[in-house]
């Protein structure tokens, strides 16, 4: 049997917002790109802060690559 390779949530919500990028406008290009996705601003916090500063910096380590 074929092994089928299924996308998982992160992957999904990546390619729908590339997608969408493709139909927006932005006054910098920074902003164009997420680090985290919270359900509500109730989330921000000390620790979901933490976590998008580290997602920022791979994508920034790896840009640099």
Known sequence: MKKVNY????????EIHKSKNTFCSYTDN???DY???????????????AEAKKEQSKKTNTKNL
């Open 7 to 14: 996308l998982n949530n992160k992957d999904i919500l990546a």
């Open 30 to 32: 920074s902003y164009a």
């Open 35 to 49: 680090d985290i996705i919270l359900p509500s601003i109730e989330k921000v916090n000390i620790r979901t802060i």
